[in-house]
């Protein structure tokens, strides 16, 4: 695993885990009865609408290394302990450093217009942007952001769900 590879990893863990401490979603979300196909399903096409609206348009490349599945880490909302998150990632490859503002403006307003949260913002003082976000109604957790070498990745990850998609009481 490339260096680049290791802190794009550490920080799509960081979004994560910083989303999920500072979650306000409902353990009775609309994702809380999805199995793990269908949260893998709606990450994916969180991520393939975004990229579509972008111009220039990249080419998606799965981010190597990346676990597509791991343990839900919201212990605050006393559901289950075996439910598990859904992760998908994706490095936006034939985007030029140059591009990357302005790629993170045409983020931001995609999910804006969608009725998804933006959550947080950042590095745009440095041109280094990473922007992070909430899908409504779902609560999806989405991202993007920069890493080494000026590329961009864009995430989604899943609210907890259930291994065999069965609803929490």
Not at 22 to 51: G, N
Not at 112 to 138: E, L, M
């Amino acid at each position: 695993m490339t260096p680049t590879t290791r802190t794009a990893l550490r920080l799509l863990l960081l979004l994560t885990l910083l989303d999920a401490c500072a979650s306000t979603r409902s353990p009775m979300d609309a994702s809380s009865s999805q199995t793990p196909a269908q949260a893998l399903a709606r990450a994916e096409d969180l991520i393939r609408q975004t990229a579509g609206v972008l111009r220039p348009r990249p080419r998606l490349e799965p981010l190597a290394g990346q676990s597509t599945s791991s343990p839900c880490l919201e212990p605050h909302d006393d559901g289950a302990q075996d439910r598990i998150v859904v992760s998908r990632a994706y490095w936006l490859r034939e985007v030029p450093g140059a591009a990357n503002m302005e790629i993170a403006r045409q983020v931001m307003d995609h999910w804006q217009r969608q009725g998804h949260v933006i959550t947080s913002t950042g590095g745009f003082q440095v041109g280094h942007p990473s922007v992070g976000g909430v899908s409504r109604p779902d609560g999806f957790i989405l991202a993007l952001v920069w890493s080494e070498g000026d590329r961009l990745y864009l995430a989604a990850t899943s609210p907890c769900v259930s291994p065999d998609g069965m609803p929490q009481p």
